[in-house]
């Protein structure tokens, strides 16, 4: 086998692990609703089940999709837009779901930050700066396409999946505290982890 193939196949193991964890989570918390509460909530300080959330599903999942984008970027090296785009996906969306998870949220995420550790602090500016910024990667990257010959498809996966991430994103940011925050998270973070799939499975066909 290639090494574009277990390239690939990282892509769809950092998102499937993803989807995995986030599940077994919401199984694991009794009294977890993914309609109302955050997956951090899964995974937060003091919950039983936590560190091994954290340390056997969501970092490997955050370095596999990181690594996926990396390597690829390698391939447009002389365009400066997907090569850019598709490295800030890996940082925004693949690294930092890693650092999220070794910085987690205070127990319940402590939705008031009042007496927020550290960790919550650090734990809420990398949530923020990942689904404000993950879409205008996507952008960069879908948009860097267009100048490629045989990509017009992805491009317009990929700036159809910018603009939802976007869209969804901020929806669910400014109502954070909604009771209904858990499903607008998980529908932000079901467009990305789509189109990770879709491009590793785009990359096997060609």
């Not at 998102?15 to 909530?41: M, N, R």
């Not at 987690?104 to 923020?128: E, K, M, T």
Request: glycine share 10%; with cysteine; aromatic share 16%.
């Amino acid at each position: 086998m290639n090494n574009n193939k277990l390239t690939n196949y990282t892509g769809i193991l950092g998102a499937v692990l993803f989807i995995i964890t986030t599940i077994i989570g919401g199984y694991v918390f009794e009294g977890y609703s993914h309609i109302s509460q955050y997956i951090s909530e899964s995974y937060a300080s003091g919950t039983e089940y936590g560190h091994l959330l954290r340390w056997v599903g969501y970092v490997p999942s955050g370095l596999l999709m990181g690594g996926f984008c990396y390597v690829l970027a390698k391939q447009f090296k002389i365009n400066k837009y997907t090569r850019y785009g598709l490295i800030g996906f890996g940082i925004l969306y693949g690294l930092f779901t890693s650092l999220v998870s070794i910085f987690p949220c205070d127990f319940g995420c402590n939705r008031d930050y009042s007496d927020a550790s550290i960790s919550q602090v650090l734990h809420s500016v990398l949530s923020v700066l990942t689904y404000t910024l993950t879409p205008v990667c996507l952008f960069l990257f879908g948009l860097g396409l267009k100048k490629i010959d045989n990509f017009k498809t992805l491009s317009n996966i990929t700036l159809s999946m910018g603009l939802l991430g976007l869209i969804f994103g901020m929806v669910f940011l400014f109502n954070a505290n909604s009771p209904i925050a858990g499903l607008l998270q998980r529908t932000t973070d079901a467009v990305y982890l789509f189109w990770l799939i879709y491009y590793s499975i785009y990359n096997f066909n060609k």
